[in-house]
């Protein structure tokens, strides 16, 4: 499985960032597609996620400012950022986990991870 993430950045706050996932070796219609973040000093959390069926959810600070997307075709997952605040700053990772044991992430595979860093 190989998960590869890009499009992280340095931007000023208000601004926008894409961030892409490409997704190798898994059956990408039968996972959950997510992306997770991690500040210094803090544990990762939720951003946004992707089922097969294309309903998404959101971590309540996100909501409204970015929308996760899909390209079956390409198997990559899209996060675009807007009105970025310099606590959006942390790296980004890519998840992808069988939907049959979504409920944990860990028993997925995760990305590399990319930086987003949002300047004041």
């Known amino acids: 499985v190989q998960l590869m993430e890009s499009g992280g950045g340095l931007v000023q706050a208000g601004g926008s960032l894409r961030l892409s996932c490409s997704a190798s070796?898994?059956?990408?219609?039968?996972?959950?597609m997510g992306w997770y973040r991690q500040a210094p000093g803090t544990q990762r959390e939720l951003v946004a996620r992707?089922?097969?069926?294309?309903?998404?959810m959101y971590a309540d600070l996100v909501q409204d400012r970015f929308t996760i997307s899909k390209d079956n075709s390409k198997t990559t997952i899209y996060l675009q950022m807007n009105s970025l605040k310099p606590d959006d700053t942390a790296v980004y990772y890519c998840?992808?986990?069988?939907?049959?044991?979504?409920?944990?992430?860990?028993?997925?595979?995760w990305g590399q991870g990319t930086q987003v860093t949002v300047s004041s």
């Open positions: 998840n992808a986990v069988p939907m049959q044991v979504h409920y944990d992430p860990n028993l997925g595979s």
């Open positions: 070796g898994i059956i990408f219609a039968a996972n959950v």
């Open positions: 992707i089922t097969p069926g294309g309903s998404t």
